[in-house]
């Protein structure tokens, strides 16, 4: 499945192995009166910024992995700007 196929309604087909069900996330902006946070959803994504309130991490810290898999270092923070950039427009194109 590529990236461009998932839907992101969070009922894909690993959702029941999941423990926690997943957002749907065509309406991040509906659950916030019609705005999409991109800031937000940019810190959610990169997963260096911890959030208490999200409980324990079961995801990857996304925006060190990306860094990592350009070799670190300020090429590797552009990679992963990016990287979120790509995601988050994608995230707004799905938005209902």
Known sequence: MSFLTIRGHGDGPTAPALRTPPAD?????????GHFPVAEIAAFIDGRTVVPAHGSREMPIWGERFGEMA???????EV?????????????????
């Open 71 to 77: 070799g670190g270092g300020s090429v590797g923070e």
């Open 80 to 96: 992963v700007r990016g990287n979120l950039l790509v995601l988050i427009e994608y995230l707004q194109s799905i938005q209902q």
């Open 25 to 33: 996330l065509t309406r991040i902006a509906q659950r916030r009166a």
